[in-house]
């Protein structure tokens, strides 16, 4: 358990169209679109209400990614961990636009903009079958493992739970892994966002109402190796990758590391079941072109 991060809080993306946008991740995606600011669009799951994904308009790009503190002391002990880690951050945690928190922005050491926000606003809203959580993991392309490996362990305290020979796992809750990063190295592009459902079924309709609306399913169903977590990814509006995952393994600090030589499925295979096919060329493409832009620390 990571005693200073509970998991993923936002993804802030711009988005050239972001009416269609915006109407997507409503109307078809499930989720619960938030009172704010003209212009832009703020967006809950059925786990609090605070914004998991917010739509800006500009380049199509992923803007921010932001975790959920535990509580202002944590942040104020990340504050000081990132500045010795010599990494860029704010001057100091002040509050946030999205009106249910204190934090601050920093940058990975690829250059990524990171935020961290402490304070979820009103209590978890319950489970609501059909209405999507919340993220439940970035997964990240980048161009040096062990320096993201690094800052994953020593600056913000999450574990490494389990390593493939192209992806790591990092842990921080209950959730088998809140991020992964790709050990083959690319440019620091984003492979997807993965937003979780409540259940199997959730998730299998969810799959049925992607394809009536026109989005195939560009690799799944099928059953990941790490986390156990049952997937459908989809190019979404604007080429951004998403995942749409259920049945996330959930642990504790009892679990094993399994490394490289430990995970692999049978030739032919890329999951547990062996139902699906391979990724399609246009998922493969997505999931090493979305890029991060750099922007102003607030
Ligand atoms: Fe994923």
Request: proline residues 10%; aromatic residues 10%.
């Given at each position: 358990?990571?005693?200073?991060?509970?998991?993923?809080?936002?993804?802030?993306?711009?988005?050239?169209?972001?009416?269609?946008?915006?109407?997507?991740?409503?109307?078809?995606?499930?989720?619960?679109?938030?009172?704010?600011?003209?212009?832009?669009a703020?967006?809950?799951?059925?786990?609090?209400?605070?914004?998991i994904l917010t739509v800006v308009p500009g380049g199509t790009a992923m803007r921010r990614l932001t975790w959920n503190v535990r509580?202002?002391?944590?942040?104020?002990?990340?504050?000081?961990?990132i500045r010795a880690a010599g990494l860029p951050v704010s001057a100091t945690p002040r509050a946030f636009d999205d009106g249910a928190g204190t934090g601050f922005d920093s940058r990975d050491p690829e250059g990524r903009t990171?935020?961290?926000?402490?304070?979820?606003?009103?209590?978890?809203a319950p489970v609501v079958k059909d209405r999507m959580t919340k993220v439940t993991h970035f997964n990240l392309n980048c161009g040096n493992y062990e320096a993201m490996r690094s800052y994953m362990q020593d600056v913000l305290g999450f574990r490494v739970v389990d390593e493939t020979k192209t992806n790591g796992f990092f842990n921080c809750d209950i959730d088998h892994?809140?991020?992964?990063?790709?050990?083959?190295?690319?440019?620091?592009?984003?492979?997807?966002?993965?937003?979780?459902?409540p259940d199997l079924d959730s998730m299998m309709r969810m799959c049925g109402t992607m394809r009536e609306n026109g989005y195939a399913i560009?690799?799944?169903?099928?059953?990941?190796?790490?986390?156990?977590?049952?997937?459908?990814?989809?190019?979404?509006p604007e080429e951004m990758?998403?995942?749409?995952?259920?049945?996330?393994?959930?642990?504790?600090?009892?679990?094993?590391?399994?490394?490289?030589e430990e995970w692999g499925f049978p030739p032919g295979r890329s999951d547990q079941w062996?139902?699906?096919?391979?990724?399609?060329?246009?998922?493969?493409?997505?999931?090493?072109?979305?890029?991060?832009?750099?922007?102003?620390?607030?």
């Open positions: 358990m990571n005693p200073l991060i509970s998991g993923i809080r936002t993804a802030e993306i711009g988005a050239t169209q972001l009416p269609m946008v915006a109407r997507f991740y409503e109307e078809v995606w499930s989720l619960r679109r938030l009172p704010g600011p003209e212009g832009m703020h967006f809950a799951g059925t786990a609090g209400d605070y914004p509580n202002e002391a944590a942040l104020v002990e990340l504050h000081g961990r990171v935020s961290f926000i402490a304070g979820n606003g009103a209590p978890p892994h809140a991020l992964v990063i790709g050990r083959v190295p690319m440019a620091p592009t984003l492979n997807h966002i993965a937003f979780e459902m560009e690799w799944g169903v099928g059953r990941h190796g790490p986390g156990d977590n049952v997937f459908a990814y989809f190019a979404g990758p998403i995942e749409c995952t259920a049945e996330v393994l959930q642990i504790d600090g009892n679990y094993a590391y399994r490394g490289p062996g139902v699906t096919d391979a990724p399609s060329p246009r998922i493969k493409r997505i999931q090493k072109q979305f890029p991060f832009i750099e922007l102003p620390l607030r």
